[in-house]
């Protein structure tokens, strides 16, 4: 069974990074054709998709979060990382981490908030 536990401060300042990890277990992040991504889902808005690492390591950035989004990963710890730089109240939301191939497996979500 795939499980996957986001991680992370729930409160980051204006023009801080933002930091997040997803743990997962059940399945090496380095198992062919999966695909590891991020999301979010503003208040009152629908599921805004963020990025993504595959299992070979090749990443994908929205276009609109692109310049300020950076997704690694940690092989040895079985994790993977979103950082979004110069965050803004607007990046305040619940943010989610996925795994893919076939079949989606979710996080529970974790609540950042941007403020001073």
């Known amino acids: 069974q795939v499980q996957l536990q986001e991680s992370g401060p729930g409160l980051v300042k204006p023009s801080q990074t933002l930091s997040l990890t997803c743990t997962v277990s059940?399945?090496?992040?380095?198992?062919?054709?999966?695909?590891w991504s991020w999301n979010r889902q503003p208040p009152g808005k629908g599921l805004e998709y963020i990025g993504y690492?595959?299992?070979?390591?090749?990443?994908y950035y929205s276009p609109s979060l692109k310049s300020r989004t950076s997704i690694s990963r940690d092989t040895s710890k079985n994790q993977f990382t979103l950082q979004l730089s110069s965050v803004t109240t607007e990046d305040t939301t619940v943010y989610y981490c996925?795994?893919?191939?076939?079949?989606?497996?979710w996080g529970q979500g974790t609540q950042v908030t941007v403020s001073s």
């Open positions: 690492i595959r299992s070979s390591g090749t990443t």
């Open positions: 996925a795994g893919e191939t076939g079949r989606e497996d």
């Open positions: 059940g399945v090496s992040i380095t198992t062919n054709y999966y695909v």
